[in-house]
């Protein structure tokens, strides 16, 4: 799953490891948005 525009900040932890997802993320460093989540399931990797 990707999902685009997150807007999260740098002190916003987000993790799925407990639902069994590794998560990526990229946030734009002084910008309210553009960022991008990816999930994979840990299954796949």
């Known amino acids: 799953m990707c999902i685009v525009e997150t807007k999260l900040k740098e002190k916003i932890h987000v993790s799925f490891k407990k639902e069994g997802y590794y998560s990526w993320r990229r946030?734009?460093?002084?910008?309210g948005g553009r960022g991008v989540l990816i999930m994979v399931r840990d299954i796949i990797c």
């Open 27 to 31: 946030n734009r460093e002084g910008k």
